[in-house]
C-alpha cells in the first residue's frame, strides 16, 4: 500500500482543523448576524 509522506499527512490535518476553524467561525458570524437583527 503507498503510504503519504509526513508533509501530506501534516497539510491534510492542517486543512481539517483550518476547515473546522472556519467553520466555527462562520457560525458564530451568522449567529452574530441573527441575534443583530432582532
Do not use: G
Request: proline share 3%.
Amino acid at each position: 500500500s503507498q503510504r503519504d509522506d509526513p508533509t501530506t499527512v501534516i497539510e491534510r490535518e492542517e486543512w481539517k482543523r483550518t476547515r473546522q476553524d472556519m467553520e466555527k467561525y462562520l457560525r458564530k458570524f451568522r449567529d452574530f448576524e441573527v441575534s443583530n437583527w432582532f
